[in-house]
């Protein structure tokens, strides 16, 4: 008997140019663009005339992490139908992802002269003045934003960053609050009320981290104050700070992400206690007073005792690699290869996380004396820095922490940096033993480094080792 045919399946019918346009147009909308490439590729190969493919694959591109690429679509977009606004404030983040922040901001200002009631272009204007370097620019644009937006929630929490990078802390505080309106930064859903910084000596407080370890230990300095106002103080930390949280004078009890939570009568995110406590720059809290425990010494000291007769100097090369601008304020392994060559200098590794094995990559293991091994948490971590005469380093959790311990840091930044660390300043009100070496130009890393380089020749001539 013969076999019977399998049943036919139902071939997928190719969608046309104008569909496939539309579902682009839906996926890239809904911020669904992993894939979407190919298929933008195809449509401007379907309709090589129309400027809206172009624009689709631009997005596309960009989306992908191509931004290179996304500034030729949009220009051949622009080609088609010149002076689109949209078109040209997507050019401008384009140009500014690639670091051509003059041509940038050109753009950014075609497009709102185009569409001078359009929120996105003003606010894409501002980004890119301030990372340019203009920030009393960024925030006139920030202000165009509110003008025709009050409720604008990302304009908003950009003047915050903008004011208290200027100093002007009264006005940054206050805007910082519309932060708890962003998607992506959503406070946990306590029923206890938000702590008005009121006292309550009878009463329990928990003190939560709402960003990276950088930040809840720039918030955690305040905690002493907290204490002379609330009976009792519970502060809340990721599990590689629960160690360390524990040696801070003030501390009831420490309270882990993720655990159960304990009874308290109110609660406050760490970094709303600078506004909480009207912090201006005449008025920054010291650091946290950190202990560091005899077992955690013990553990670095047969590590560091055949360097007794050097200049011993961590690094740390990244920050968390899931912070969106950590390209920013990173770099390579490589930059720090020259600081060996300084005589009397031992450099050791501090580096956690995804780029610690970039010492593999430069066969640096001989050159470099790797600590992470032996870094379980951040009590760890500060053993290790106790034991150095320097740490030099790009921003990131490590900074805070070498900070709060006093001991010397020399923190290269980005030409833009984190709101903490000002503007024009080689110091830092938040932490003293801090020195600040800063890109003179946008993505300059070459003369930051060659500033720290003879900066640490400098100091280990001082110390006997020219």
């Known amino acids: 008997m013969a076999e019977s045919a399998p049943p036919k399946t139902a071939e997928a019918v190719p969608l046309t140019a104008a569909e496939l346009k539309v579902q682009l147009e839906v996926r890239l909308g809904a911020g669904q663009a992993a894939g979407t490439v190919p298929a933008a590729e195809a449509l401007v190969k379907a309709t090589p005339e129309d400027p809206k493919a172009w624009t689709i694959l631009g997005v596309a591109l960009r989306s992908n992490g191509q931004p290179a690429s996304a500034i030729v679509a949009y220009l051949r977009a622009l080609a088609l139908m010149p002076e689109q606004g949209g078109v040209l404030s997507n050019l401008g983040n384009a140009l500014k992802d690639v670091g051509r922040l003059d041509e940038a901001v050109a753009a950014h200002y075609r497009a709102v002269k185009l569409e001078p009631r359009n929120t996105t272009t003003w606010q894409n204007l501002g980004v890119a003045l301030r990372e340019r370097g203009d920030l009393r620019d960024a925030l006139a644009a920030f202000q165009h934003v509110l003008n025709l937006a009050p409720e604008h929630v990302t304009a908003h929490t950009d003047s915050a960053q903008i004011h208290l990078m200027l100093g002007e802390f009264a006005e940054g505080w206050s805007q910082f609050e519309w932060r708890w309106k962003l998607a992506e930064l959503r406070p ?23 960003q990276g370890f950088g930040d809840t230990l720039l918030g955690a300095r305040y905690v002493p104050m907290v204490k002379e106002r609330v009976g009792r103080v519970i502060v809340g930390c990721q599990a590689p700070l629960e160690r360390l949280f524990r040696t801070i004078p003030g501390v009831d009890d420490v309270l882990v992400v993720g655990s159960t939570l304990p ?3 109110v609660q406050c995110p760490y970094l709303s206690l600078p ?18 425990s005899e077992e955690c010494r013990e553990k670095f000291a047969p590590i560091f005792a055949p360097y007794a007769d050097a200049l011993k100097v961590g690094i740390v090369w990244s920050g968390s690699v899931t912070f969106k601008a950590n390209h920013l304020r990173s770099t390579s392994i490589e930059r720090f290869l020259p600081f060996a060559e300084v005589p009397g200098v031992q450099l050791f590794s501090l580096q956690k996380g995804p780029r610690a094995p970039d010492l593999d990559r430069v066969r640096g293991r001989s050159l470099i004396v790797d600590l992470a091994p032996h870094l379980d948490d951040f009590a760890d971590t500060a053993a290790a820095i106790e034991g150095l005469d320097l740490v030099i ?6 900074a805070h922490l070498t900070g709060a311990l006093g001991r010397p840091v020399w923190n290269m930044l980005a030409y833009v940096p984190y709101w903490l660390y000002l503007r024009d300043r080689s110091d830092s009100p938040w932490n003293p ?26 100091l280990a001539a001082e110390r006997g080792f020219a």
């Open 188 to 210: 946990p859903n306590y029923r206890q009320p938000r702590w008005d910084g009121g006292d309550l000596p009878e009463g329990t407080i928990l003190l939560w981290p709402e």
């Open 263 to 265: 009874e308290f009568d």
């Open 275 to 292: 506004g909480i406590f009207g912090t201006d720059l005449d008025s920054v809290p010291p650091p946290v007073p950190i202990g560091i």
């Open 393 to 398: 380093m790009t921003d990131s959790s490590v």
């Open 433 to 458: 033993s801090m020195r600040l070496f800063r890109q003179p130009r946008p993505g300059d890393w070459d003369a930051v480094f060659a500033e720290v380089k003879e900066a640490l020749g400098a």
